[in-house]
């Protein structure tokens, strides 16, 4: 009762799309008839012969049951000619040769026998009370002459369209999802959604097999009929694969091992159609009809009753309300000779409990059964689908909330941002303008220093031999140009005493040895780091100060963020002219460089370098984790003016 309350809906659902399209469609037949002017034999009408020279009565109740082997000829004399334009529908031939009178008019032979291949054969117009004969070779088969129906073309088509009207709907539909879940598993590439697509246009070629009596009539070949038992071992490998995808393997791996099983069965009966017809046709058809397919059923009705207990969702409740009424349809199809006795035997005939004989039996309509199980594995499908859509909605809202507070966020680090850039710039220039000043004040103090030891006391001894001069003026005039010249020595010695204190801050800024204060920061840096720095020094041609300022920074620049976000320990360094370029490599072995964008340090390295024409480059090489490569132009001291 729980089960009825919680799923009582589905279940209505379920009985009315079993229930109303069976029952229109009885009605649909009921109310149109084609042939009802058409002629039909009936087998005790014919004649048959074996060659022994006689001819003899077919009896159908002696000779119907009757396997035989060799060539048989069976006559009978047509009716007279009531239509315009009369055809001759035959049925129920494994081969045939037709003859009106002695003359031929059909023949038939196939590769694949297959009994329910049709034939529409066209009569001349003065066919009455002729005689028509038909050879047909039996292989270890019933004997039987075939069926004929003598009508119009159009009724004689007219009455297989009838009789496959659920067959072609239901096959026009499965083929619509079929091609339905080949575009859901193009997209998300799921293995459910690829063998739900199969099963679907195995019920496709299933119909079309079942009503080959119309569709026969657009081929003079049935060997697509001829082999639809051996796709339904395929057809039961793709509902077992998809039941387990959806479901799992179930107990003892049940599912896996039956669908192996069927596999092993789509391929003896590939193997027995193809070489051994007779065979296939007497027994591999029967086994997988009859023994194979219900055994294969019982175990999956089975399993999903057990399968819907243990789990008690929608989607195993789906597949066993499929499976339950596939098997009940199925049921009725293979016990319809007994409930059939018993109905003739039990109910009388005022109850005209034929007209269930004809709902739930007449036209296969086991196939409605399969129709219901893949209208409900669409079900499970769409739940899928749908929870994927809610779980992508909800996580949608959720994005959308934290884009939002991501948004804000943003905002207000990038108004701190701001104005912690606006609080550094300005610290920056208070920084570098003390720094200015205190240059200049040591500039000056060394200046003064430098002037007060040396050129202080040349001229103040030029002061002195000056005052000694005007003394001697008048009394010694050779004494008086001797202190002369001595002043001139120590006003000369003052003056380049100035030269050598302007020339000696001239070295200071513009002719520093590279090599050594690049040798001194990797010294302090090992010291101060911890780390070790491989650095085999190479003779350098003369560079202007701005090339050995921007090199020395690039190494600066380089150590630090190595050790800082790199987390390197070791390092490799090489400086040296090649041809008219000097080559700066930078290699560690700390953490990958992953494309990251440069900062500050990095930003303005690159700008110092691209404005010397120079290339900077780094990257992840070989058995280095980061390389820094710099590649500078050789120019000559003019272009320290670029700096300016």
């Not at 391929?267 to 027995?272: D, G, Y």
């Not at 050598?500 to 204060?517: C, H």
Request: with cysteine.
């Amino acid at each position: 009762m729980h089960g009825f309350r919680s799923h009582g809906l589905k279940w209505i659902l379920i009985s009315l799309l079993f229930f109303v399209p069976l029952i229109s469609l009885y009605v649909l037949e009921q109310q149109v008839k084609p042939l009802r002017n058409a002629f039909q034999s009936v087998s005790g009408n014919f004649q048959y012969t074996d060659g022994d020279g006689g001819w003899h009565n077919f009896d159908p109740d002696e000779h119907g049951e009757i396997k035989v082997t060799g060539s048989y000829w069976f006559k009978t004399n047509l009716p007279e000619n009531r239509w315009r334009d009369p055809y001759l529908y035959l049925l129920f031939v494994p081969n045939a040769e037709v003859y009106l009178e002695d003359q031929l008019i059909y023949t038939f032979a196939p590769r694949y026998e297959y009994w329910e291949h049709p034939h529409l054969i066209k009569l001349p117009d003065d066919f009455a009370g002729q005689t028509l004969m038909i050879r047909i070779d039996f292989h270890n088969q019933t004997m039987y002459p075939g069926l004929i129906t003598i009508d119009s073309p159009l009724n004689l088509i007219a009455k297989p369209v009838l009789l496959s009207d659920y067959r072609l709907v239901l096959g026009f539909t499965t083929l619509l999802i079929g091609i339905a879940g080949f575009v859901l598993y193009a997209k998300r590439r799921q293995t459910s959604y690829l063998y739900f697509s199969l099963f679907a246009l195995y019920i496709a070629q299933l119909c079309v097999a079942r009503s080959w009596f119309l569709f026969g009539l657009l081929t003079p070949s049935p060997e697509f009929a001829y082999f639809q038992d051996v796709i339904l071992a395929f057809g039961g490998y793709c509902l077992l694969r998809f039941y387990e995808s959806v479901f799992g393997t179930g107990p003892f791996h049940i599912h896996r091992r039956l669908s192996q099983a069927m596999l092993v069965m789509f391929a003896l009966l590939i193997v027995t159609s193809v070489l051994f017809s007779t065979f296939y046709m007497e027994h591999m058809t029967v086994l997988m009809q009859n023994g194979v397919a219900p055994l294969a059923m019982s175990i999956i009705l089975i399993s999903s009753i057990y399968t819907y207990r243990k789990h008690r969702d929608t989607e195993s409740s789906w597949f066993m309300a499929g499976f339950v009424i596939l098997g009940i349809s199925t049921l009725f199809y293979f016990l319809q000779p007994v409930i059939q006795w018993m109905v003739d035997w039990v109910a009388p005939e005022r109850f005209q409990l034929s007209i269930i004989d004809k709902i739930l039996y007449d036209g296969d309509r086991f196939l409605h059964g399969i129709f219901i199980l893949l209208f409900c594995m669409a079900m499970i499908m769409s739940e899928r689908i749908r929870s994927v859509y809610v779980e992508a909605q909800s996580t949608a809202e959720e994005l959308t909330q934290l884009s939002g507070s991501l948004e804000r966020l943003v905002q207000d680090r990038t108004k701190a941002l701001e104005q912690t850039n606006l609080n550094l710039r300005s610290s920056m220039q208070e920084t570098a303008e003390a720094l200015a000043e205190v240059a200049v004040l040591e500039d000056r103090n060394r200046i003064a220093q430098d002037m007060h030891d040396r050129t202080g006391h040349s001229l103040t001894a030029a002061l002195i031999q000056i005052e000694a001069a005007k003394m001697l003026a008048t009394k010694d005039t050779s004494l008086t140009l001797a202190k002369l010249e001595a002043t001139r020595e120590s006003v000369a010695s003052g003056l380049e005493s100035i030269r050598e204190t302007v020339r000696m801050m001239k070295l200071d800024y513009e002719e520093r040895s590279l090599v050594p204060s690049m040798q001194k920061l990797i010294q302090e840096t090992e010291h101060a780091m911890g780390i070790q720095v491989i650095y085999d020094p190479t003779p350098l041609p003369d560079l202007n100060a701005i090339v050995k300022k921007t090199l020395y920074l690039a190494l600066q620049e380089g150590l630090t963020n190595g050790i800082r976000h790199g987390k390197a320990s070791r390092f490799e360094f090489s400086l040296e002219a090649v041809k008219d370029t000097i080559h700066f490599q930078l290699a560690n072995n700390g953490e990958p460089y992953a494309g990251q964008h440069f900062g500050f340090g990095l930003n303005t390295m690159r700008e110092r370098i691209e404005r010397l024409n120079g290339t900077i480059h780094l990257e992840t090489k070989g058995v280095h984790a980061c390389m820094l490569s710099i590649i500078l132009p050789i120019e000559p001291d003019g272009a320290e003016s670029e700096e300016g």
